[in-house]
């Protein structure tokens, strides 16, 4: 069964202090790996797919990195715009419907 | 207008009312998808519906019943909720295979 684990649940930054948020997953064969962003009452907001070990994408202060066993979202000097729910997801090339399976989470808070 | 849309924004219904909730996409995806939020928990597939045919069905109670009726609209009817219910339902579309674009989420209340 495809499992997707998300650390660490909360993260609290201070503006500019650099880190890291994990993704491990296992799947019967990973099709892609995505990033979400999600504000308070509001739904996810895509930020990237990953597809291969060794890939990596940015978006301003975000970068994402894939492995075979996990993914890393990196955020430099972050500002508190920044603070949000962030998503992992995984989609298996045996799922014939395209689902996506989500882990629970980050909560990033970034304070001035 | 672009995007997923859903309405109602916000819902409370009684356990004995019928209600639909409602989602529109305009970015000529072929697949649409139905999750339920719960605090604390991933988000759960409920339904996905690719090329309007109904793919998946995760267990979800007969209580909420999908509704697809072109590649554009999506559905999900309630009928006789439980307090446990309550939560956001979020519709997404994507184009097979490929990321999703989410709405904006229902927040459902049953009382």
């Known amino acids: 069964e495809d499992q997707v684990t998300q650390s660490p649940e909360a993260l609290r930054l201070q503006e500019g202090e650099s880190s890291s948020l994990n993704c491990s997953y296992t799947?019967?064969?990973?099709?892609?790996l995505f990033w979400y962003r999600q504000d308070p009452g509001k739904g996810p907001e895509f930020l990237f797919t990953?597809?291969?070990a060794g890939e990596e994408k940015e978006k301003e202060r975000l970068k994402a990195t894939l492995t075979k066993k996990e993914s890393f979202l990196h955020i430099t000097a972050p500002k508190p715009e920044d603070s949000a729910t962030y998503l992992c997801?995984?989609?298996?090339?045996?799922?014939?419907?395209?689902?996506?399976?989500f882990g629970k989470g980050t909560s990033l808070l970034v304070t001035p | 207008e672009t995007g997923v849309t859903q309405t109602p924004r916000h819902l409370v219904m009684g356990m004995t009312n019928k209600k639909s909730l409602k989602c529109e996409q305009h970015?000529?995806?072929?697949?649409m998808y139905w999750y339920k939020q719960s605090a604390k928990k991933p988000l759960e597939l409920m339904f996905v519906?690719?090329?309007?045919?109904?793919?998946e069905n995760n267990s979800v109670p007969s209580r909420f019943s999908p509704e697809c009726p072109n590649s554009s609209h999506l559905f999900l009817h309630l009928h006789t909720l439980q307090p446990e219910d309550s939560a956001l339902y979020l519709c997404?579309?994507?184009?097979?295979?490929?990321?999703?674009?989410f709405g904006s989420g229902t927040r459902l209340t049953v009382v």
């Open positions: 997801a995984v989609q298996a090339l045996s799922n014939s419907g395209y689902a996506l399976n």
């Open positions: 519906y690719s090329l309007e045919e109904r793919v």
């Open positions: 970015l000529g995806h072929n697949a």
């Open positions: 799947v019967s064969g990973l099709r892609g």
């Open positions: 990953l597809y291969s």
């Open positions: 997404a579309s994507s184009h097979n295979p490929g990321g999703y674009t």
